[in-house]
């Protein structure tokens, strides 16, 4: 990400070249400009044509601090857009094509009103898994939904579109058997005591480390907009063993539209060198097939059952993947948590940061989508580039006129 930089009376204009270095072509590339605290507006143009983006405030300061868009960019192609940042007027009014909630519960048995809230913090001796609805912060984009469960856990629950359209808002992850005859998505994955599809986890050599001994957890809703939902998961003082030096972590995930990937951004409020950490994807115990690289690419595809309860949920095969970059991939592991016999168990990737960041992403899919993979070796072929992509990033040069 590079900034606009510079001081300006009532409006600047920049020229931001991005290059495709890949020979395949791209779509919805995300492109990220840093912008001076006093921006209230901008334009976004490719020649003529206006392009969609999105002003962020990331810290609730009532100043915006990135302006975003997405690229299409072919083979080895530089496209130059032209960003005019204003000090004057509004962001243009774009619709939505990502979503972000964040609920608490109306427990009242007729004509329930769960009330929108943007953020909540809660001490460690609480447990508002059944006060937050639905159960967690929810992100979605028109390919794929997540949940990040409100407990110590910090799971994410994966929740599959049967097509292109974002339809979380009316169903809240319970979608019903005639919503389901529609063509809306669902639930179709069972996360147990395991990362679900992507979360970060402490590690103590056989199993992860959950986030039980913490000050407080805080759930924010940072975000949403026409390029990009962003949600904060932050715990205060955690101590994921005895003697650790408590620190505190914000894992930030943010969802693009046009994505089946979400980008993990981990910011400590120290170097962490000393705590072993570790993500991964929940091991689907029926017919569960595995990838690996061993050079931090991991994935698997099998049968997955929401809740583990076939009585209220179908069995859907759904594939998942993680990547870690080379700096923080320590190596594989596998655990497994067997209580009440349930399929706690997942494909671990061991990660560590000498420094106080960490960066990863993770993907997925099911095959109740209409514009999905066919079956496991294309979902594994689809990981492999998927990881070649991540390694080749977009080049971006933000030039001042």
């Known amino acids: 990400m590079l900034s606009a930089g510079g001081s300006y009376a009532d409006s600047k204009t920049l020229r ?14 995300p492109v990220v400009v840093k912008v001076d605290d006093d921006v209230r507006s901008a334009q976004v143009k490719l020649g003529d044509e206006t392009v969609i ?5 990331l810290d609730d300061d009532g100043l915006y601090d ?63 898994y059944n006060y937050i609805y639905p159960h967690g912060a929810v992100m979605e984009n028109d390919m794929v939904g997540f949940r990040v469960y409100a407990d110590h856990r910090q799971s994410l ?21 005639e919503q389901r005859d529609k063509g809306y998505g669902e ?15 402490g590690w103590d050599g056989k199993k992860s480390i ?12 940072v975000c949403e907009g026409p390029v990009r939902t962003i949600l904060d998961i932050t715990n205060k003082a955690w101590r994921p063993y005895e003697g650790c030096k408590p620190v505190d972590i914000r894992t930030r995930y943010l969802l693009y539209y046009g994505h089946r990937d979400v980008e993990v951004q ?31 690419l991991r994935g698997d595809w099998g049968r997955a059952c929401a809740g583990n309860n076939p009585k209220v949920y179908d069995t859907i095969t759904v594939g998942l993947g993680v990547y870690v970059p080379k700096r923080y991939y320590k190596g ?23 420094t106080d960041n960490l960066h990863y992403w993770f993907t997925c899919t099911c095959d109740i989508e209409t514009f999905g993979f066919k079956g496991k070796k294309e979902w594994f072929d689809y990981l492999k580039c998927w990881k070649k992509e991540m390694e080749k990033p977009v080049g971006i040069k933000v030039i001042n006129n």
């Open 16 to 29: 931001v070249s991005v290059t495709n270095p890949s020979k395949e072509a791209r779509a919805n590339v």
């Open 53 to 57: 983006y999105q002003l962020d405030d």
């Open 66 to 128: 990135e302006l975003a868009f997405l690229a299409d960019l072919g083979k080895r192609e530089t496209k130059t857009y032209t960003v005019t940042l204003s000090t004057e007027g509004e962001p243009t009014h774009f619709d939505n094509r990502t979503y972000g909630y964040l609920g608490i519960r109306d427990r009242s048995e007729k004509n329930q009103k769960h009330q929108r809230i943007t953020s909540v913090t809660f001490p460690k001796d609480t447990n508002p």
């Open 157 to 177: 629950d994966y929740y599959g579109h049967r097509n292109h359209k974002m339809d979380i808002a009316e169903t809240a992850f319970y979608t019903t058997q």
């Open 187 to 201: 639930d179709v994955l069972y996360t147990g005591s395991t990362y679900g599809c992507g979360a970060l986890h």
């Open 210 to 221: 959950m986030f039980d001994n913490v000050r407080n957890r805080t759930q924010t809703v």
């Open 266 to 296: 981990v910011k400590f409020s120290r170097d962490v060198a000393d705590i072993p950490l570790s993500t991964g994807i929940v091991d689907i115990v029926e017919g569960s097939e595995e990838f690996t690289d061993k050079a931090g």
């Open 332 to 354: 594989d592991s596998h655990f497994t948590d067997g209580k009440d016999h349930l399929p706690n168990q997942a494909y671990v990737q061991v990660v560590g940061t000498d």
